[in-house]
């Protein structure tokens, strides 16, 4: 398949965790209906992972954006997380057209050979279309529709929030904020942040190294130029990947905060 994504697509999800990965905790699926479902796509279908309670709906729902590593075990539990919070919580496969990077235990491999081969306009389309798959499903309301993202799928949060208007409330933890322009990647969170309508809320760590705090500043002055009501919170002792609890990085006072802060910002920006 080439970057472009023409052909057929029909793969699976990432099994598991990363490799040498530990986790510190996962969620149960008793009272959830959750598992694997396909999305229609122009070019056929991609995979994603869904989980909901069990009876009852439509529910608001949660686009859940993944890490670099894809969708595996860790965001399938923060789908289930917010499931049990009574969300319709879903995670495209967004870049299963350039790559599986289930096998790939080298970050700068998955960077080089997948990531950097993914349109950000193909993971627009992709996304439309989960949220089309949600609501025909009949159990989510789209109309309470929230998107929260981590490491490359927090930058796509700023991104897809200022694509879809609607989207009612995005939460983006520690996604890039600034960088060059290219053929995939046209526009970062800074150059969409003065037109921005759609409030999002930013959960970085003041020890991300690869996420500099002037470059957060940048993008706070960037939002002051528009009205969306967006913000950050910043923790200052967490790194990069703080929240994500099967890695060395976790930080459990800083993951727990966010996801309570996350919670209450969809809650009263029309998301919960």
Sequence with gaps: MDAGGRGSVVTVLTAGFPAAASPASATDAF????????????DGEIPAYRAMPEGGGPFPA?????????????????????????????????????????PMDDVQQILREVVARVPDPQVMADLDATVAFATASGDADAGRLGITGFCWGGRIVWL??????????????YGRLVGDGSANTPRHPIDVAPGLAVPVLGLYGGQDHGIPLETVEQMKAALE???SGSGFVIYPEAGHAFHADYRPTYDESAAKDGWKRMLAWFAAHGAG
């Design 160 to 173: 897809y929030a200022a694509t879809n208007p609607q989207v009612k409330a995005g939460v983006a933890w």
């Design 225 to 227: 130029k528009g009205t």
């Design 62 to 102: 949660i686009l859940v954006i993944q890490e670099i590593f894809g969708v595996h075990e860790h965001i399938r539990d923060v789908c289930r997380r917010l499931a049990k919070n009574g969300y319709y919580a879903i995670a495209p496969a967004l870049y299963v057209r350039q790559g599986d990077v289930g």
């Design 31 to 42: 009272g959830l209906a959750e598992g694997e479902v396909r999305i229609p796509v122009p």
